[in-house]
């Protein structure tokens, strides 16, 4: 009866490459933008650190057009960052539909992805960019 309404998770999907990943998320995911939704994304370039120590990336979301390519960072707390290439999850914090882009969207990336997709429950993190010092939403 407990377990009634737990989701059901598949077996896991694993990929032989971040790309291969990230295409089987764009042709078979929604990844919708939504207040504090984690869209997958590959990481083209690294673009250097900001003014307050962030660092800089240019990324393409997954979409069902092949990617979305925006400019995003890791909050500037963080001691990690990713590589050109890595598989990232990147935490959408405001989205502001009526501003141009790429001023619509706010977020930062919070997680390097391992290519493995469970179905039900989603991209195994391999690691997280988010500082100890941050606390997660909570939601009553």
Do not use: H
């Amino acid at each position: 009866m407990f377990g009634l309404f737990r989701k059901k998770t598949g077996e896991p999907i694993e990929f032989g490459s971040n790309e291969a990943a990230f295409d089987y998320a764009c042709r078979n995911l929604e990844n919708l933008i939504l207040l504090e939704a984690v869209v997958p994304a590959l990481v083209e370039e690294r673009r250097g650190t900001g003014t307050e120590g962030e660092q800089l990336f240019r990324i393409r979301l997954a979409n069902r057009e092949g990617g979305k390519v925006i400019e995003a960072c890791t909050l500037k707390e963080s001691l990690r960052y990713p590589a050109a290439g890595d598989f990232v999850g990147y935490r959408v914090v405001k989205v502001e539909p009526e501003l141009p882009e790429p001023f619509d969207l706010l977020g930062f990336i919070a997680y390097r992805l391992e290519p493995v997709y469970v179905p039900g429950r989603g991209w195994r993190i391999a690691e997280s960019f988010v500082p100890d010092n941050i606390k997660p939403t909570l939601r009553m």
